[in-house]
């Protein structure tokens, strides 16, 4: 039986990454949308994705459009792989 991702079992972070892993590599998703599609606040949202981007999971990019600030989130590899042995997990339970 496949092993819990601890760090991705956390419900929130759960949704990040599914959210993530749905999206186009070439098509990132902004933090405004990222926020709206998993019911998160901002600051929430923020702690996440350092706890995801510290473990490689997840990469920011944050530039400016205008004078406005920009963050986009796209999943790494290792978080993509990482997500796949998440839901074998949780995918096992069920099947059980």
């Known amino acids: ?3 819990p991702n601890e760090l991705i079992h956390q419900s929130l972070r759960l949704k990040i990454m599914a ?5 186009r590599d070439d098509d990132p998703l902004e933090f ?3 926020k ?3 019911g998160a606040t901002d600051g929430n949202l ?3 994705l350092s706890t995801l981007e ?3 999971y997840v990469r920011l990019e944050k530039d400016f459009v205008g004078k406005k ?3 986009r989130v796209t999943i790494s590899k290792a978080g993509a792989a990482a997500f796949r042995e998440h839901t074998a997990y949780l995918r096992d ?3 059980s």
């Open 19 to 23: 959210a993530l892993n749905a999206a």
């Open 54 to 56: 510290t473990a490689g």
């Open 32 to 34: 405004t949308r990222l």
């Open 46 to 48: 923020s702690t996440h």
């Open 36 to 38: 709206a599609l998993i």
């Open 69 to 71: 600030p920009r963050t």
């Open 93 to 95: 339970i069920i099947d």
């Open 1 to 3: 039986m496949a092993e």
